[in-house]
């Protein structure tokens, strides 16, 4: 049970908590930051054992700290009270005369400290289990301050408790019987309301013994008063401290006796799932052999493959919030920040003003590489021809051909076909790396794909091969790809050596398309209709044409190139990943030996790993079926207390 005390400062809060437990602990001292006092039913603590727990407000005190004695723990606490403060001061309270509970005793709220009441609201309804024990000196009803901001937390006051204190004092004010009992009519409606006086703090109590005394005397004292106003009997069980002591301790045993079903409930499903789970691992280490692991080796490549297929093609199974990337992600985790040139220079742009799709949304698989090729178009379509010297245009155009006339259509081919090779090349080599990386990345996430698969157990109808008629199921646990990972590791690296084959063939075709200056020449005379200087002393003139006709040559060839590679990579890269990587990774897979497969698999560290799983199981269901059957004991003896006959005392009536 978890009780929260509130009230005006002074008011008695302390001293309830400490007649409640029955030990001198709180009373006395002003409280300026919260105190959790957890009551722990400890058998073998035949006399109390407090720890002050460490301080997390304050460095001096960064450890747990066992008292000699608890009456020691008031200097403890003062030690730790100063200034204001939220942080709670966590106390341990460990006897074996004490039921489990937490109590909490908050810094008084007096309607001066703001920070104070909004700190009690804060406890009031942070927790909607908690129970609330607003304490307050009596005085008439129409006064009670607490009741408003209980009222807050707690509205219809279904889990609140008054306890009015100091009612020695209130009661000298009631002159007859109907002054008395008019005002105990005004107690609040189906709301526990309890009266009581305490011992003062100023008066020592160095045993629990001797506050018990003062504690019952207290509660004689007033009930000496009421008889003699002539109370209603109807609130006979409303007056002393003694009768909030035994609402508490009830409400612990209801507690506990509204668990105990809910426990033992728990308790025998943890141990039936731990049985299932025992028979999947004795059923798996029986039928861990070779045509088991051929078995398991082939749905785990069907499934992966599968899997890979579903990405490229578009799935959101992997999660694309945490599994995807961004544009820039994606740079980073290559480690290619930006586009490089012909002299490794970055080329740095901003992606929305040059139209690359999807910059800023997290993807992966076939979308990823498709904004790869987008990325690729964008940096194509910007490249430049650059300068060109008049050196350059001079010595492309070499020997005079037969009539004697400079030949710079021959110039400008030249010219292109080098700056196109200089300068598509290292974007070519960056675009194979880079869809490289986006399919690698397949393998990881295509586990992450087979995993949810197999703990659904149900196959989805794209195939990932788990679960179809009844091979595998969410208990088969064998076919978990954690238990075999250098066999997944084998497969995920005969997996990348295919990419890493098909990048590096993708790459050769797309080499295809630099042309040689020949070839260029012949298109320009086939197609071309420029006319250029026949002269050779024409210097600016001749280059300003070379330059003209190169640069539309280099347009020319950028356009094709662009094309051509986006195809390329689509037929020589993307379309084997489809095609032949199943007949690649099936057929490697298949024709392995059945030592082959032990060793993949690592047979003799799998069969001890399932052993130690097996054992570790049935020790465990040892211990829930030895906890059930101690806690059915322990409930019964509590919820049944011993018959035993006792003659009555006069100090047991007291």
């Given at each position: 049970i978890n009780a929260e005390y509130g009230g005006p400062a002074g008011d008695g809060k302390s001293s309830l908590i400490d007649a409640i437990v029955g030990q001198r602990l709180l009373a006395g001292r002003s409280s300026t930051r919260p105190v959790h006092l957890t009551l722990v039913h400890n058998a073998e603590c035949s006399e109390p054992r407090v720890t002050v727990k460490r301080d997390a407000a304050l460095p001096a005190y960064d450890h747990d700290e066992r008292l000699a004695s608890p009456g020691a723990l008031g200097d403890a606490l003062d030690a730790r009270m100063g200034e204001f403060g939220e942080t709670p001061v966590y106390v341990l309270y460990e006897s074996a005369a004490?039921?489990?509970?937490?109590?909490?005793d908050t810094p008084g709220v007096d309607g001066k400290n703001a920070r104070a009441e909004a700190l009690a609201l804060r406890y009031l309804t942070d927790d909607a289990a908690r129970r609330i024990v607003a304490v307050?000196?009596?005085?008439?009803?129409?006064?009670?301050?607490?009741?408003?901001?209980?009222?807050?937390?707690?509205?219809?006051?279904?889990?609140?408790?008054?306890?009015?204190?100091?009612?020695?004092?209130?009661?000298?004010?009631?002159?007859?019987?109907?002054?008395?009992?008019?005002?105990?009519?005004q107690s609040y409606p189906d709301v526990p309301t309890y009266f009581a006086s305490l011992p003062s703090s100023r008066v020592d109590c160095d045993t629990p013994a001797e506050l018990r005394r003062r504690v019952v005397a207290a509660g004689v004292r007033d009930m000496r008063s009421l008889e003699a106003l002539q109370h209603d009997k109807r609130h006979e069980k409303s007056f002393g401290a003694?009768?909030?002591?035994?609402?508490?301790?009830?409400?612990?045993?209801?507690?506990?006796?509204?668990?105990?079903?809910?426990?033992l409930k728990q308790l025998r499903a943890r141990a039936a799932t731990t049985d299932r789970e025992l028979r999947a691992q004795q059923a798996q280490l029986q039928a861990l052999d070779a045509s088991k692991l051929r078995s398991i080796a082939s749905h785990y490549v069907v499934a992966f493959l599968q899997a890979v297929q579903r990405l490229l093609e578009g799935t959101g199974d992997a999660n694309p919030a945490s599994a995807g990337e961004t544009l820039e992600d994606e740079r980073r985790?290559?480690?290619?920040?930006?586009?490089?040139?012909?002299?490794?220079?970055?080329?740095?742009?901003?992606?929305?003003?040059?139209?690359?799709?999807?910059?800023?949304?997290?993807?992966?698989?076939?979308?990823?590489?498709?904004?790869?090729?987008?990325?690729?178009?964008?940096?194509?379509?910007?490249?430049?021809?650059?300068?060109?010297?008049?050196?350059?245009v001079a010595s492309a155009a070499g020997l005079n051909r037969l009539n004697n006339v400079p030949n710079y259509g021959w110039a400008a081919s030249d010219i292109v076909a080098h700056k196109t090779r200089d300068a598509f090349a290292p974007l070519i080599e960056q675009l194979t790396a880079r869809v490289t990386y986006i399919v690698k990345r397949l393998a990881t996430?295509?586990?992450?794909?087979?995993?949810?698969?197999?703990?659904?157990?149900?196959?989805?109808?794209?195939?990932?091969?788990?679960?179809?008629?009844?091979?595998?199921?969410?208990?088969?646990?064998?076919?978990?790809?954690?238990?075999?990972?250098?066999?997944?590791?084998?497969?995920?690296?005969?997996?990348?050596?295919?990419?890493?084959?098909?990048?590096?063939?993708?790459?050769?075709?797309?080499?295809?398309?630099?042309?040689?200056t020949r070839t260029l020449y012949w298109h320009l005379s086939e197609y071309g209709d420029r006319k250029l200087p026949t002269d050779r002393a024409a210097g600016d003139e001749a280059r300003k044409a070379v330059l003209e006709l190169a640069d539309e040559l280099f347009g020319e060839a950028r356009?094709?190139?662009?094309?051509?590679?986006?195809?390329?990579?689509?037929?020589?890269?993307?379309?084997?990943?489809?095609?032949?990587?199943?007949?690649?990774?099936?057929?490697q897979i298949t024709t392995l030996s059945d030592k082959s497969l032990e060793q993949l698999f690592h047979l003799p560290e799998m069969q001890a790993r399932l052993a130690q799983k097996e054992k570790r199981s049935a020790d465990q269901l040892r211990r829930l079926a030895e906890q059930d059957e101690r806690f059915r004991a322990a409930a019964a003896a509590f919820s049944h207390p011993s018959t035993s006959k006792k003659t009555t005392t006069a100090s047991d009536e007291q």
């Open positions: 004490v039921l489990n509970a937490t109590l909490i307050e000196a009596a005085k008439d009803f129409g006064a009670v301050t607490t009741l408003e901001l209980v009222k807050r937390a707690d509205p219809d006051l279904s889990r609140t408790t008054f306890v009015f204190s100091k009612f020695h004092a209130a009661l000298r004010t009631f002159a007859d019987s109907r002054a008395l009992n008019r005002y105990l009519a003694v009768n909030v002591r035994r609402a508490l301790l009830r409400a612990v045993w209801r507690a506990y006796q509204d668990g105990v079903p809910r426990v985790e290559l480690g290619q920040e930006e586009w490089l040139d012909a002299h490794n220079r970055p080329i740095r742009f901003d992606p929305s003003e040059w139209k690359v799709l999807y910059a800023d949304a997290k993807l992966y698989g076939g979308q990823q590489f498709e904004r790869a090729l987008s990325e690729f178009r964008a940096v194509m379509t910007h490249s430049k021809l650059g300068d060109v010297s008049v050196d350059e996430l295509s586990d992450s794909i087979i995993e949810a698969q197999r703990v659904r157990g149900v196959a989805d109808r794209a195939g990932l091969g788990l679960g179809v008629g009844g091979v595998v199921d969410a208990g088969d646990d064998v076919y978990a790809p954690e238990h075999y990972p250098y066999f997944t590791h084998h497969v995920k690296d005969l997996f990348g050596k295919f990419v890493d084959a098909a990048a590096a063939a993708a790459k050769d075709k797309c080499a295809d398309e630099f042309y040689s356009a094709r190139v662009t094309a051509n590679v986006l195809l390329k990579m689509y037929n020589f890269f993307l379309v084997p990943l489809q095609t032949a990587l199943a007949t690649s990774l099936q057929g």
